[in-house]
């Protein structure tokens, strides 16, 4: 019985660890996605072009990845990560987690062609993976995770 309730309880904490793992990294990608300002391109924008697209195309899934993109706007990423609650929410250990951006100019903007992202969104991300899991871990292990979790989602923390 006791064996039981310890494979319980740390399945648990594996499945909470990369729940945590998953929305830190969705909060940093999301975040630091540059919002599109067109007084410092050197071409005039489309007719009504409004900055936001990017953030708003980050896509979350669990077993394949996501394909196509999404025709929304979200300047300050809240929608984005708000969509992506229930699947960080369903997401296991031993799941594959894709996060991606399929826009045709994502590509660029992780070589640097923003002013705003000159490092990009996924690099600088996981240059910072390994705190990332660590705090995450640390957080199951003291309690602190299941408390950002009943906060929600719908706020991201740089």
């Given at each position: 019985?006791?064996?039981?309730?310890?494979?319980?309880?740390?399945?648990?904490?594996?499945?909470?660890?990369?729940?945590?793992?998953?929305?830190?990294?969705?909060?940093?990608?999301?975040?630091?996605?540059?919002?599109?300002?067109?007084?410092?391109?050197?071409?005039?924008?489309?007719?009504?072009?409004?900055?936001?697209?990017?953030?708003?195309?980050?896509?979350?899934?669990?077993?394949?990845?996501?394909?196509?993109?999404?025709?929304?706007?979200?300047?300050?990423?809240?929608?984005?990560?708000?969509?992506?609650?229930?699947?960080?929410?369903?997401?296991?250990?031993?799941?594959?987690?894709?996060?991606?951006?399929?826009?045709?100019?994502a590509k660029?903007?992780?070589?640097?062609?923003?002013?705003?992202?000159?490092?990009?969104?996924?690099?600088?991300?996981?240059?910072?993976?390994?705190?990332?899991?660590d705090d995450?871990?640390?957080?199951?292990?003291?309690?602190?995770?299941?408390?950002?979790?009943?906060?929600?989602?719908?706020?991201?923390?740089?």
């Amino acid at each position: 019985m006791q064996i039981a309730e310890f494979i319980a309880k740390t399945k648990a904490s594996q499945d909470l660890a990369v729940r945590a793992i998953t929305m830190k990294i969705d909060n940093k990608l999301v975040g630091r996605s540059p919002v599109g300002d067109a007084k410092f391109w050197k071409h005039k924008p489309p007719t009504g072009y409004t900055g936001g697209r990017f953030r708003a195309n980050w896509q979350l899934s669990i077993g394949s990845p996501s394909a196509g993109v999404r025709e929304l706007i979200d300047k300050d990423g809240s929608a984005t990560i708000a969509a992506h609650g229930s699947t960080i929410s369903a997401a296991k250990a031993g799941d594959v987690i894709f996060l991606v951006n399929n826009l045709p100019y994502a590509k660029r903007i992780e070589e640097g062609w923003s002013r705003q992202a000159p490092v990009g969104v996924v690099a600088l991300t996981v240059v910072e993976f390994r705190t990332i899991v660590d705090d995450a871990v640390n957080g199951v292990r003291n309690g602190t995770t299941a408390s950002e979790f009943a906060q929600g989602y719908s706020t991201y923390k740089l």
